[in-house]
């Protein structure tokens, strides 16, 4: 059984930076593609960020040049840093990870989320 478990969120100024931590278990975080998305009150929920078996990373662009994402496979772990929040990233940010095996089986598994409000 995957499951994933964020941290890192909290309350921070505008202008102000944060780590998110995506933990994986149950399964080598190597097989899936993580991504990052978030949702605010009253908002559906969008992504944020991706990155790939091989590392390669895309981000909206609401957030491009601010936020970085990435992976260490040895610790099961994929992160979010957060730089020069905004008040309009205030939302829950969920991590997911997905798979898709050769024979077109999808897993796509995901984390309760964690608060990140950003407010002065």
């Known amino acids: 059984q995957v499951q994933i478990v964020e941290s890192g969120g909290g309350l921070v100024q505008p202008g102000g930076s944060l780590r998110l931590s995506c933990a994986v278990s149950g399964s080598a975080l190597s097989l899936f593609v993580m991504y990052w998305y978030r949702q605010a009150p009253g908002k559906q929920r969008e992504q944020v960020a991706r990155?790939?078996?091989?590392?390669?990373?895309t981000y909206e662009e609401f957030v491009e040049g601010r936020f970085t994402i990435s992976r260490d496979n040895a610790k099961n772990t994929v992160y979010l840093q957060m730089n020069n929040l905004k008040p309009e990233d205030t939302a829950i940010y969920f991590c997911n990870a997905n798979r898709i095996t050769g024979l077109g089986e999808e897993f796509d598994y995901w984390g309760q989320g964690t608060q990140v409000t950003v407010s002065s």
């Open positions: 990155v790939t078996r091989g590392d390669l990373t």
